[in-house]
């Protein structure tokens, strides 16, 4: 019996995913959870530590297990050869140039980052032969696959889809060859159509325009961005100077010179406001979220040209950009889009695991439940069991009676953390690790971030609501289970629920139904049978630079440690005033 483990093996966002004997995906996480280490960079994906215990959970006896990673052995080839040649010591790197080059990052810090993925394709599957030996039960490896960076976002964003057919855009910081490929996907095969190359970049410029902006894209900042971009004003100088950057020509998009990128870099320097290190360049995140997606629409408008077809699938860490993917639908001739619930680097963990099971299983069709993003680890309630010994406010309810509880406390103003089955697969909290709030009070955005998030205010919050209302609430509504895109509320409705309202009257929405999550669906239905309003405002369950929690032990830290009010793990309620 052969079992598959993928591993996103770039140097952020590690990450690995457990495939059963039919290619259905058993378990799916990213190793910044474990770790509680922000995105982890230059982490193993198969942590030595969990790997017994892992395998010991998914993998049975005598199982063989086929180990697959997220960069090509072209690739890692060609990474080696460069290791030989003293390409990657620290003393050449220390000598190139920590000016900005064509890719739009400092020559020297990408050539560090270039070490470092070669680093993570060497170390590749270690930890696994490490927990294969701990775990024992005649467990065995059965090869390790290398697949393209490219073609594992591919596999992950078409095979995870509804679609029978679609066009499939990927755009990222880098790949093997440039930093965007297009993949055509027909009767379950993917079929590469063109392949971008060269050292330009859209998820690079992105990161630069956020550290201009006085944020810092190795910390992942590029979030801000989009939230800030709403209220900026689109500066006429500052879109020059970054049109300088790059250039849309016959449906082809190129870019500038190394001594271009960094004039422009200079002179947007220039022009920076003295506070933009505390409180952010507005006007730039809105002329460099414009930028971008003027870049992606070339690309978008490529992919309709190259494939035909009407549906879209976006994958890499630009489909991130849900501002952007809320446009996206009806542009081009594109009627439907699926973005996946980890379309950056994480997600590649699943990608290459299905390409090695594909391989192996000729004419194999993925079953669509594997589109679930709760793919994660549980929660123990083992130290809440030991806290009712001494925490008078802890209450074991069952899960209806937190549910009811839990809509209560959302209903009369307070937050509440909330801890459900597994955790989502992907950057973001879709109602099994979440922090809610009632979305009516106004200041009800202030209040979460000075109590718990403790993070800038121009951040905004999300919405989840019931899918069979969506309609009533969004302007051409579109069904977003992953939290991706951001719609435009219809105006008549923006009064009523202002904290999730964002400055250009936009919400990044999770469609929630029943079948996908029954526990968080009954939630929302119970706050709205309350309130007439079927909608929580929702944020991760963490505070900013932390990862999503990864235990009991985690909540229970940030309850007492925070402005929570209650926290509901499982069956459990925990709160601040007694029962």
């Given amino acids: 019996m052969r079992y598959y483990l993928g591993l996103a093996t770039t140097f952020h966002d590690p990450a690995l995913a457990i495939l059963g004997p039919d290619g259905e995906v058993l378990f799916a996480e990213a190793a910044e959870r474990p770790l509680q280490y922000k995105r982890a960079p230059n982490c193993e994906p198969d942590l030595a530590p969990r790997m017994a215990s892992l395998l010991s959970r998914w993998v049975p ?4 297990i086929v180990v697959a990673t997220s960069w090509s052995q072209e690739f890692s080839s060609f990474l080696d050869g460069s290791a030989r040649t003293g390409a990657f010591r620290a003393e050449a790197i220390a000598a190139l ?10 020559e020297r810090s990408e050539r560090a980052l ?10 590749a599957g270690l930890g696994t032969l490490i927990g294969i030996d701990r775990a024992g039960g005649g467990r065995s490896f059965a090869g390790l696959r290398r697949y393209g960076h490219h073609l594992s976002h591919a596999a992950y964003g078409c095979w995870s889809s509804p679609f029978e057919e679609a066009a499939c855009l990927v755009v990222d910081g880098m790949g093997e060859t440039g930093a965007s490929a297009l993949y055509g996907y027909e009767d379950g095969r993917l ?9 330009g970049s859209v998820g690079f410029f992105f990161g630069l325009v956020t550290d201009l902006a006085g944020f810092d894209q190795a910390a992942g900042e590029e979030w801000k961005i989009m939230g800030l971009a709403p209220y900026g004003r689109r500066d006429p100088e500052l879109m020059a100077l970054l049109r300088r950057l790059y250039a849309v020509d016959g449906g082809r998009l190129a870019f500038a010179d190394a001594e271009t990128v960094r004039a422009v870099a200079a002179a947007i320097l220039a022009r920076r406001p003295a506070d933009a290190g505390v409180l952010g360049w507005a006007d730039l995140a809105r002329c460099g979220q414009d930028a971008f997606e003027e870049m992606m629409d070339a690309l978008v408008a490529q992919a309709r040209a190259l494939s035909g077809s009407g549906n879209l699938v976006l994958a890499g860490g630009c489909a991130l950009n849900s501002s952007f993917n809320g446009k996206a639908v009806g542009r081009h001739g594109f009627d439907r889009l699926h973005v996946p619930s980890a379309p950056a680097d994480d997600g590649n963990a699943i990608g290459a695991a299905w390409l090695a099971y594909a391989a192996d299983h000729p004419g194999w069709r993925p079953a669509r439940v594997a589109a679930s993003p709760y793919l994660g680890s549980t929660v123990s309630t083992e130290p809440l069991e030991r806290m009712t010994a001494w925490e008078p406010r802890l209450r074991r309810l069952g899960h209806d ?15 509440v953390g909330w801890v459900q089955g597994r955790a989502e697969f ?11 709030a009632d979305p009516r009070p106004a200041d009800a955005k202030a209040l979460l971030n000075a109590k718990v998030k403790y993070r800038e205010a121009f951040r905004p919050f999300a919405p989840s609501i019931l899918a069979e209302h969506g309609s009533d609430w969004f302007e051409s509504y ?3 289970p992953y939290m991706e895109r951001t719609l435009v509320w219809r105006p008549e409705m923006r009064s009523r629920v202002p904290a999730v309202v964002h400055e250009d009257g936009t919400g990044r929405l999770q469609s929630v139904t029943a079948a996908r999550n029954r526990p968080y669906a009954a939630l929302i239905r119970a706050f709205a049978e309350r309130t007439g309003v079927p909608i929580l405002l929702n944020t991760s369950f963490n505070v900013m630079g932390k990862p999503i929690l990864h235990t009991a032990e985690d909540a229970i830290l940030m309850f007492y440690t925070t402005g929570l009010d209650a926290i509901a793990v499982e069956d459990w309620l925990l709160t601040k005033q007694g029962p």
């Avoid at 006896?61 to 063989?64: C, G, S, Y």
């Avoid at 270039?114 to 170390?123: E, F, G, M, N, P």
């Avoid at 079929?191 to 050292?199: C, N």
Wanted: cysteine-free; aromatic content about 2%; overall charge positive.
């Fill in 401 to 415: 009676g937190v549910t009811a509880a839990a809509a209560e406390i959302l209903a009369d103003g307070k937050l």
């Fill in 114 to 123: 270039i070490a470092s993925l070669h680093l993570q394709q060497r170390r």
């Fill in 97 to 106: 140039s920590p000016e900005l080059n064509r890719s739009f990052v400092p």
């Fill in 426 to 436: 992907g950057p973001r909290a879709l109602g099994n690790r979440s922090i809610l």
């Fill in 191 to 199: 079929r590469e159509l063109k392949r971008h190359r060269g050292r």
């Fill in 61 to 64: 006896d005598e199982a063989e």
């Fill in 478 to 480: 579109q069904d977003s």
